[in-house]
């Protein structure tokens, strides 16, 4: 009884010296009452309880996935640095792979590519070595350019007489690059959740893959960082249903974002002397 009057006068805002009980004079210390306050809040069931519950964001997801739309409509080009991190066998012989180099993206009303360059590769503990690695995709296809096994993959996706396929849609076929189309078809394939972050930081969504999701096979969860000026994610961590690890982080150039691109830098020469191989639908 004595606890429960203290706690409804400091609540109050009441700080007598004294507070005055049926039995005896109660010393009114506030540090003591802090820490009963405190410790009531932590251990008793109901407080714990509170404590435990899950921030609801769902007012906030909503018009945070519509920016992310608009965003990705009006993007009409751009280019960034990229280091693509693999982690293989967490759990046994974990062996992690950093590629890094630079991506370019660009989107008319015709059609819309996307160019992948590595340049150097790093295999665990191991000192960067140069790599040499294209991947140019052009809304029918996608070409692959190895320089150290000399060899050139084109591989059809869309048929020529079909309509073309945006790049970073098929990009996101070969690798977890999500969040730059329209947010409604990634709620087709993911369950979205807003986690609780710093107004300083990056907006942070957790994307659960659906049942039915073209990304089933390959992925269980996705972790996204979303720029808060430019509502585009800036880092992208995927698991795979093997346990391995994929994890992507883009800098954009933010001069050259939505500025004209010339379509010769989706062009890369392919030496006569590697060894092509050609896949059609």
Known sequence: MQIMFI?????????????????????????????????????????????????????????????????????????????????????LFESTTINKGKIWYFKDAARSYVRLSFTSRQEDDFAPEKYHEEYIFDGYSVTRINYQLKQISIDQLVKKEDKPIDALELLSSNMPIVGFTST?????????????????????????????????????????????TLYLPIRIIATTREGDTYDIELDFNRNELDKPVKLDIFKVEQPSSFEKIKTNL
């Open 184 to 228: 409604a078809n990634l709620s087709k394939d993911f369950a979205i959740e807003l986690l609780p972050t710093q107004n300083t930081k990056p907006i942070e969504l957790k994307l659960t893959v659906k049942e039915k999701s073209k990304y089933y096979d390959k992925y269980v969860k996705l972790k996204l960082y979303i720029d808060r």
């Open 7 to 91: 706690i409804q006068f400091h609540l109050l805002g009441l700080y007598p010296r004294k507070i005055f009980t049926q039995d005896k004079d109660v010393d009114s210390n506030m540090n003591t009452i802090k820490s009963i306050i405190i410790a009531l809040l932590l251990f008793s069931p109901t407080g714990y309880a509170l404590s435990k519950q899950p921030i609801d964001h769902s007012d906030k997801l909503e018009p945070l996935l519509s920016k992310m739309s608009e965003a990705a409509k009006k993007l009409t080009s751009f280019n960034a640095d990229i280091i693509y991190k693999i982690i293989q066998d967490p759990e």
